[in-house]
């Protein structure tokens, strides 16, 4: 009874050894993540929640609630700065969705002269950001304005351009992949049923790359929404800011700095963000669960 005792507890010792070495470890690692994301989370909204805040007096998380700086909101254009940039990020989504598909599915099915160039050239340009083409955008966007000041500088619709032409490249290339997962088969037999390549296009070939869609148009939002370097140079006059760069001249000098109001507008700002990833979420997820069981 006694040996029996003593290998059972060896067993047990282990058992749980082994389970710290191949799957504890992976819990311990994902807490520190956890707390390594939440903390400065935590510290935005306590001092959202403390009146007159600054940044050196708001180290006790929570030691005051109230919602004085969400009230001052509205005494300030944050409101217009937030429609302005909920404008621009969702013309950005769509239209970066609408472009890239239909690029994309060009390159997938059709076959002609300078396809396997362009597709060459759109990986390459990938390997250059936007920021390099800061004064190539200014003076672009300063020589339309003369011709088109609906488009040039100090305009949301030419933010959106420069957005979507930006995006155009690495999503193609991202949507080009996916839709060549999709059977030709199924184009072959839409045509037989009578079907144009325009109907082919949205009524069987955008159903199916449905998740990927929802991919590129969360990643286009969050980084139009987000974006403050491009912005910054595009728009001049405060009344066609977006939100980052409106927020941006509040904190301008540090000393003088809102840093309550400057919380609240950022807590504020969070919800658009996540609203829209809690409603694409169950498109990814449907679109994942489904290629883990595909035959």
Not at 55 to 70: A, K, M, P
Request: hydrophobic fraction near 55%; include cysteine.
């Amino acid at each position: 009874m006694a040996r029996n005792a003593r290998t059972e507890k060896l067993h047990t010792s282990v058992t749980g050894w082994r389970w710290i070495a191949e799957v504890g470890w992976r819990h311990v690692v994902g807490i520190l993540v956890i707390i390594y994301c939440v903390i400065p989370l935590a510290y935005v909204l306590s001092v959202s929640l403390v009146p007159n805040a600054t940044l050196t007096g708001s180290n006790e998380l929570f030691r005051t609630v109230s919602f004085d700086n969400f009230a001052a909101l509205s005494d300030t254009p944050y409101w217009s700065w937030i429609v302005n940039s909920l404008i621009v990020s969702s013309v950005t989504a769509i239209g970066t969705v609408l472009m890239g598909a239909a690029a994309a599915y060009a390159f997938s099915r059709y076959r002609f002269r300078g396809r396997r160039g362009t597709l060459t050239f759109l990986l390459l340009v990938q390997m250059f950001p936007q920021m390099l083409a800061f004064v190539a955008l200014y003076l672009l966007l300063l020589g339309i304005q003369d011709v088109f000041p609906i488009i040039g500088l100090n305009s949301k619709l030419g933010l959106i351009a420069v957005y979507l032409g930006g995006a155009l490249g690495s999503n193609t290339f991202l949507l080009y992949g996916f839709f060549n997962s999709v059977p030709r088969e199924l184009d072959e037999a839409a045509q037989i049923d009578g079907c144009s390549h325009a109907q082919t296009f949205w009524t069987i070939i955008m159903p199916l790359v449905l998740p990927v869609l929802a991919v590129v148009s969360l990643l286009s939002f969050i980084s139009s929404f987000g974006d403050f370097v491009i912005a910054k140079v595009v728009l001049q006059q405060p009344e066609q800011f977006t939100l980052a760069v409106g927020m941006y001249n509040w904190v301008a000098d540090a000393r003088t700095a809102p840093w309550g109001v400057f919380a609240a507008g950022a807590v504020v700002a969070a919800v658009p963000v996540i609203a829209l990833f809690q409603y694409l979420q169950r498109y990814i997820v449907s679109g994942l669960t489904a290629g883990a069981v595909k035959g």
